[in-house]
Protein backbone atom coordinates (compact mmCIF):
# COMPACT_ATOMS: atom_id res chain seq x y z
CA UNK A 1 0.00 0.00 0.00
CA UNK A 2 0.74 3.57 -0.77
CA UNK A 3 -0.08 5.36 2.59
CA UNK A 4 -0.11 9.64 2.91
CA UNK A 5 -1.11 12.56 4.88
CA UNK A 6 -2.80 15.04 3.25
CA UNK A 7 -4.20 18.38 4.17
CA UNK A 8 -2.52 21.71 5.55
CA UNK A 9 0.20 21.90 8.01
CA UNK A 10 -0.97 19.75 11.34
CA UNK A 11 -4.29 19.30 10.03
CA UNK A 12 -3.23 16.36 7.25
CA UNK A 13 -5.51 13.56 6.96
CA UNK A 14 -4.47 10.19 6.08
CA UNK A 15 -5.19 8.75 3.00
CA UNK A 16 -3.93 6.16 0.74
CA UNK A 17 -3.03 5.99 -3.14
CA UNK A 18 -4.55 3.04 -4.64
CA UNK A 19 -3.77 0.94 -7.84
CA UNK A 20 -4.99 3.36 -10.21
CA UNK A 21 -3.39 6.41 -8.97
CA UNK A 22 -6.37 8.08 -7.40
CA UNK A 23 -6.46 9.55 -3.99
CA UNK A 24 -8.40 7.74 -1.03
CA UNK A 25 -9.88 9.24 2.12
CA UNK A 26 -8.77 6.84 4.84
CA UNK A 27 -9.72 9.43 7.91
CA UNK A 28 -13.50 7.22 7.63
CA UNK A 29 -11.10 4.08 8.91
CA UNK A 30 -8.63 5.34 11.03
CA UNK A 31 -7.70 8.13 12.14
CA UNK A 32 -4.18 8.95 11.13
CA UNK A 33 -1.09 7.38 9.89
CA UNK A 34 1.52 7.04 12.79
CA UNK A 35 3.40 4.54 14.97
CA UNK A 36 0.35 2.77 16.77
CA UNK A 37 -1.40 2.26 12.85
CA UNK A 38 2.11 0.79 11.75
CA UNK A 39 2.10 -1.31 14.43
CA UNK A 40 -1.83 -2.35 14.89
CA UNK A 41 -1.89 -5.24 12.18
CA UNK A 42 -5.80 -5.49 12.31
CA UNK A 43 -5.62 -2.03 11.48
CA UNK A 44 -4.15 -2.32 8.59
CA UNK A 45 -6.01 -5.17 7.63
CA UNK A 46 -9.33 -2.94 7.72
CA UNK A 47 -7.08 -0.58 5.39
CA UNK A 48 -6.38 -3.18 2.73
CA UNK A 49 -10.20 -4.50 3.00
CA UNK A 50 -11.86 -1.18 2.31
CA UNK A 51 -9.48 -0.41 -0.40
CA UNK A 52 -9.63 -3.80 -2.23
CA UNK A 53 -13.76 -3.77 -1.70
CA UNK A 54 -14.02 -0.25 -3.54
CA UNK A 55 -15.57 1.41 0.08
CA UNK A 56 -12.73 4.27 0.31
CA UNK A 57 -13.39 7.98 -0.36
CA UNK A 58 -12.29 9.86 -4.21
CA UNK A 59 -10.15 12.81 -2.63
CA UNK A 60 -9.84 15.37 -5.05
CA UNK A 61 -5.86 15.89 -4.95
CA UNK A 62 -6.07 19.30 -7.07
CA UNK A 63 -4.30 21.76 -5.06
CA UNK A 64 -4.06 19.46 -2.12
CA UNK A 65 -1.04 19.75 -0.03
CA UNK A 66 0.73 16.12 1.00
CA UNK A 67 2.25 16.26 4.19
CA UNK A 68 5.17 13.67 5.84
CA UNK A 69 3.32 10.63 5.38
CA UNK A 70 3.90 9.71 8.77
CA UNK A 71 2.53 11.73 12.04
CA UNK A 72 4.06 12.04 15.58
CA UNK A 73 7.45 10.68 14.32
CA UNK A 74 9.60 9.86 17.94
CA UNK A 75 12.80 9.85 16.41
CA UNK A 76 15.07 10.10 13.09
CA UNK A 77 18.11 8.31 13.54
CA UNK A 78 20.52 8.88 10.67
CA UNK A 79 23.54 7.08 9.04
CA UNK A 80 26.51 9.23 6.89
CA UNK A 81 28.90 7.49 4.38
CA UNK A 82 26.89 4.74 3.91
CA UNK A 83 27.63 4.84 0.05
CA UNK A 84 30.83 3.26 -1.75
CA UNK A 85 30.72 5.97 -4.07
CA UNK A 86 29.87 8.75 -2.02
CA UNK A 87 32.87 8.18 0.66
CA UNK A 88 35.11 8.22 -1.95
CA UNK A 89 33.77 11.61 -3.24
CA UNK A 90 34.40 12.98 0.00
CA UNK A 91 37.81 11.31 0.68
CA UNK A 92 36.74 9.23 3.33
CA UNK A 93 37.69 6.14 4.68
CA UNK A 94 34.42 3.72 4.24
CA UNK A 95 33.28 3.28 7.58
CA UNK A 96 34.05 0.07 9.78
CA UNK A 97 30.62 0.61 11.48
CA UNK A 98 27.58 2.84 10.75
CA UNK A 99 27.89 6.04 11.48
CA UNK A 100 24.56 7.31 13.21
CA UNK A 101 23.74 10.62 14.01
CA UNK A 102 20.26 12.12 14.61
CA UNK A 103 17.71 14.45 12.98
CA UNK A 104 14.68 15.85 15.62
CA UNK A 105 11.49 14.78 14.41
CA UNK A 106 10.78 18.61 13.94
CA UNK A 107 13.08 18.69 11.24
CA UNK A 108 10.52 16.52 9.17
CA UNK A 109 8.70 18.58 6.49
CA UNK A 110 6.21 17.03 3.75
CA UNK A 111 7.91 16.54 0.34
CA UNK A 112 7.03 19.69 -1.71
CA UNK A 113 7.09 21.73 2.00
CA UNK A 114 9.40 24.98 1.16
CA UNK A 115 12.86 24.21 2.56
CA UNK A 116 14.52 27.34 4.50
CA UNK A 117 18.39 28.04 3.93
CA UNK A 118 19.74 28.82 7.40
CA UNK A 119 21.09 32.61 8.33
CA UNK A 120 24.26 33.00 7.04
CA UNK A 121 24.70 29.54 5.50
CA UNK A 122 27.02 29.33 2.58
CA UNK A 123 27.35 25.50 2.31
CA UNK A 124 23.67 24.12 1.95
CA UNK A 125 23.41 20.62 0.28
CA UNK A 126 21.43 18.02 -0.80
CA UNK A 127 20.79 14.51 0.06
CA UNK A 128 18.29 11.69 -1.38
CA UNK A 129 18.00 8.73 0.82
CA UNK A 130 16.22 5.88 1.33
CA UNK A 131 13.96 6.48 5.11
CA UNK A 132 12.93 2.91 6.54
CA UNK A 133 10.05 3.27 8.90
CA UNK A 134 9.92 0.91 11.76
CA UNK A 135 6.97 -1.37 12.18
CA UNK A 136 7.75 -2.77 15.17
CA UNK A 137 9.38 -2.18 18.73
CA UNK A 138 13.05 -3.68 17.96
CA UNK A 139 15.77 -4.13 20.43
CA UNK A 140 18.65 -6.12 19.95
CA UNK A 141 17.52 -7.84 16.63
CA UNK A 142 19.70 -11.12 16.00
CA UNK A 143 19.80 -11.30 12.08
CA UNK A 144 18.74 -9.62 8.76
CA UNK A 145 15.66 -11.53 8.70
CA UNK A 146 14.18 -10.38 12.25
CA UNK A 147 15.07 -6.76 11.51
CA UNK A 148 13.44 -6.40 7.95
CA UNK A 149 10.38 -7.88 9.61
CA UNK A 150 10.23 -4.85 12.23
CA UNK A 151 10.12 -2.53 9.25
CA UNK A 152 6.78 -1.37 7.79
CA UNK A 153 7.58 0.25 5.21
CA UNK A 154 9.81 3.02 3.19
CA UNK A 155 9.95 6.52 1.82
CA UNK A 156 12.32 9.27 0.02
CA UNK A 157 13.92 11.51 2.50
CA UNK A 158 16.05 14.21 1.54
CA UNK A 159 18.61 14.78 4.43
CA UNK A 160 19.46 17.98 3.70
CA UNK A 161 22.64 19.41 5.46
CA UNK A 162 24.69 22.58 5.71
CA UNK A 163 28.02 21.59 5.46
CA UNK A 164 30.16 24.41 7.34
CA UNK A 165 27.86 24.37 10.67
CA UNK A 166 28.17 20.16 10.38
CA UNK A 167 32.07 20.42 9.70
CA UNK A 168 33.51 23.33 10.27
CA UNK A 169 32.05 24.68 13.62
CA UNK A 170 33.48 22.22 15.95
CA UNK A 171 31.92 19.21 17.81
CA UNK A 172 29.45 16.84 16.20
CA UNK A 173 27.60 16.89 12.62
CA UNK A 174 24.09 17.14 14.70
CA UNK A 175 24.21 21.17 14.11
CA UNK A 176 24.52 21.03 10.36
CA UNK A 177 21.45 18.76 10.37
CA UNK A 178 18.82 19.82 12.52
CA UNK A 179 17.79 23.31 10.81
CA UNK A 180 14.47 24.19 10.25
CA UNK A 181 12.82 21.91 6.98
CA UNK A 182 16.26 19.78 6.98
CA UNK A 183 14.25 16.92 6.37
CA UNK A 184 11.19 16.10 3.72
CA UNK A 185 10.23 13.33 3.95
CA UNK A 186 7.36 11.20 1.50
CA UNK A 187 5.35 11.66 -0.69
CA UNK A 188 4.29 8.06 0.15
CA UNK A 189 5.03 5.30 3.22
CA UNK A 190 4.70 2.42 1.10
CA UNK A 191 4.45 -0.58 2.82
CA UNK A 192 7.43 -3.41 3.33
CA UNK A 193 5.50 -6.08 1.35
CA UNK A 194 5.79 -3.53 -2.35
CA UNK A 195 9.31 -3.37 -2.07
CA UNK A 196 10.87 -6.81 -3.14
CA UNK A 197 14.31 -5.83 -2.52
CA UNK A 198 15.40 -2.39 -0.28
CA UNK A 199 18.41 -2.76 -1.71
CA UNK A 200 17.66 -2.90 -5.52
CA UNK A 201 16.14 0.93 -6.23
CA UNK A 202 17.83 3.49 -7.91
CA UNK A 203 17.56 7.65 -6.37
CA UNK A 204 18.51 10.56 -8.50
CA UNK A 205 18.51 13.91 -7.51
CA UNK A 206 17.61 17.27 -9.21
CA UNK A 207 19.37 20.99 -8.63
CA UNK A 208 17.60 23.49 -10.91
CA UNK A 209 16.49 20.75 -13.83
CA UNK A 210 20.36 19.15 -13.48
CA UNK A 211 21.22 16.21 -12.68
CA UNK A 212 23.53 15.88 -9.32
CA UNK A 213 22.74 12.18 -8.09
CA UNK A 214 21.93 9.01 -9.95
CA UNK A 215 22.50 6.14 -7.63
CA UNK A 216 21.59 2.90 -6.29
CA UNK A 217 20.79 1.35 -2.76
CA UNK A 218 22.70 -1.49 -3.88
CA UNK A 219 25.25 0.67 -3.47
CA UNK A 220 25.14 0.63 0.05
CA UNK A 221 28.15 0.25 2.59
CA UNK A 222 25.83 -1.50 5.25
CA UNK A 223 22.50 -2.66 2.89
CA UNK A 224 18.98 -1.49 4.95
CA UNK A 225 18.81 -5.21 7.33
CA UNK A 226 22.21 -4.35 8.78
CA UNK A 227 21.40 -1.11 9.77
CA UNK A 228 18.28 -1.82 11.15
CA UNK A 229 19.93 -4.68 13.12
CA UNK A 230 22.70 -2.60 14.13
CA UNK A 231 21.19 0.41 15.60
CA UNK A 232 19.16 -1.91 17.23
CA UNK A 233 21.70 -2.68 19.54
CA UNK A 234 22.03 1.17 20.93
CA UNK A 235 18.68 2.03 21.02
CA UNK A 236 15.34 0.64 20.86
CA UNK A 237 13.29 1.50 17.80
CA UNK A 238 9.90 1.99 18.53
CA UNK A 239 7.04 2.16 15.24
CA UNK A 240 6.66 5.51 13.32
CA UNK A 241 10.66 5.98 13.89
CA UNK A 242 12.27 6.78 10.68
CA UNK A 243 15.99 5.49 9.63
CA UNK A 244 17.95 7.62 6.70
CA UNK A 245 20.18 5.52 5.35
CA UNK A 246 22.59 7.21 3.76
CA UNK A 247 23.11 9.05 0.24
CA UNK A 248 24.98 8.11 -3.19
CA UNK A 249 27.11 9.77 -4.82
CA UNK A 250 26.87 13.51 -6.42
CA UNK A 251 26.53 16.06 -3.04
CA UNK A 252 28.03 19.53 -3.76
CA UNK A 253 30.47 18.73 -0.96
CA UNK A 254 32.35 16.10 -3.33
CA UNK A 255 32.52 18.21 -6.35
CA UNK A 256 35.55 20.65 -7.41
CA UNK A 257 35.71 24.34 -6.30
CA UNK A 258 33.29 26.48 -6.26
CA UNK A 259 30.92 23.75 -4.94
CA UNK A 260 27.76 24.59 -6.39
CA UNK A 261 26.18 24.87 -2.77
CA UNK A 262 22.16 25.36 -2.97
CA UNK A 263 21.15 29.33 -2.26
CA UNK A 264 17.76 31.01 -2.41
CA UNK A 265 15.94 30.51 -5.46
CA UNK A 266 17.19 26.87 -6.02
CA UNK A 267 14.85 24.34 -7.06
CA UNK A 268 15.95 20.50 -5.95
CA UNK A 269 13.90 17.31 -6.87
CA UNK A 270 14.35 13.58 -6.12
CA UNK A 271 13.01 10.41 -6.31
CA UNK A 272 13.52 7.02 -5.45
CA UNK A 273 12.10 3.72 -7.73
CA UNK A 274 8.99 3.25 -6.28
CA UNK A 275 8.54 5.46 -4.03
CA UNK A 276 7.54 8.89 -5.46
CA UNK A 277 9.19 12.10 -6.19
CA UNK A 278 9.53 15.05 -4.27
CA UNK A 279 10.47 18.98 -4.99
CA UNK A 280 11.43 21.47 -3.01
CA UNK A 281 11.92 25.92 -3.73
CA UNK A 282 14.91 26.60 -1.15
CA UNK A 283 13.80 29.94 0.17
CA UNK A 284 15.62 32.15 3.35
CA UNK A 285 14.90 31.43 6.94
Keep these: ?36 LLADDAALGRIRTAAEAGELPVL ?5 RVGPPVARIGKVVCIGLNYHDHAKETGAEPPAEPVIFFKAADTVVGPCDTVLVPRGSVKTDWEVELAVVIGRTARYLSSHEEALAHVAGYAVAHDVSEREFQIERGGTWDKGKNCETFNPLGPWLVTSDEVADPQGL ?48 GVA ?28 EFKPA
Excluded: C
Excluded at 12 to 35: H, K, M, T
Design 1 to 36: MKLLRVGTTGAERPALLDAEGVLRDLSGVVPDIDGA
Design 60 to 64: DADGL
Design 202 to 249: GLKLWVNGELRQDGSTSDQIFPVAEVVRYVSQFMTLYPGDVINTGTPA
Design 253 to 280: LGMPEPKPFLRAGDVVELEIEGLGRQRQ
